[in-house]
């Protein structure tokens, strides 16, 4: 009986330090991952950074915290648009004298009103329908490349534009993913002179790096 007892109890005692125990080692694990999932998280996300400046210029670089590169989105959006608008207007200019002109032969079979309607647009003495008839081939020909030359830049602006929203977004993403990385004092490289010994007394002058991680 009494060894029955005793070994009941050096059972309890056995059971109640694993069960201490146990709990010791669920509430440690527990909390140091907690802590490394948390070192472990990126303070930004690249994701959503590059969601948010695909679908509003800037709205990415926003959500980084890099207000001073805003000026630099817009102001490229502002000019390449300008851009875009002048050239389309005077591609619109252009191909609409072109294809008037396009239906006559000379000047001669032109009507009055359209005459003066390229006279008032174009505003040029030497392209005067009334003064030069003579010249028609050749301002054909003039309003033809205008035409094709501001078609072409205007095709190369919306191109330009296009680019410039793929480098936001990129940027964004570069952005968010080097928001968490390590650039403190304890990464760098220092150079020092250092003093070399070799035998009977010899002592020469050397450079020595020393890097620190």
């Known amino acids: 009986m009494k060894i029955i007892l005793k070994l009941l109890f050096v059972g309890i005692i056995i059971t109640l330090y694993c069960s201490n125990l146990e709990a ?4 440690v694990p527990k909390d140091s991952l907690k802590i490394s999932i948390s070192n472990q998280n990126k303070v930004l996300s690249p994701k959503k950074a590059s969601i948010y400046a695909a679908l509003f ?3 990415g670089q926003v959500y980084n915290g890099k207000y001073w590169k805003l000026p630099i989105v817009y102001g490229g959006y502002t000019g390449l648009i300008y851009l875009l608008g002048w050239n389309n207007n005077n591609y619109n200019d252009y191909f609409d004298a072109y294809k008037t002109m396009s239906k006559y032969q000379n000047v001669n079979q032109m009507s009055k009103e359209d005459k ?3 006279n008032e647009m174009f505003k040029i003495p030497y392209f005067d329908m009334n003064t ?10 003039q309003l033809k490349g205008g035409k094709d030359y501001y078609r072409r830049n205007r095709d190369l602006s919306i191109i330009a534009i296009a680019a410039l929203h793929v480098l936001s977004i990129i940027d964004a993403s570069v952005d968010a993913n080097l928001a968490d990385f390590d650039i403190n004092d304890n990464l760098s490289m ?4 250092m003093q070399m010994n070799f035998g009977k007394g010899a002592q020469i002058i050397g450079i020595n790096f020393a890097f620190n991680f």
């Open 57 to 59: 210029p800037g709205l």
């Open 190 to 193: 220092r150079v020092e002179p």
């Open 116 to 118: 003066d309607y390229l």
């Open 24 to 27: 010791q080692e669920f509430s």
């Open 132 to 141: 030069y008839p003579s010249h028609f081939d050749s301002f054909k020909s």
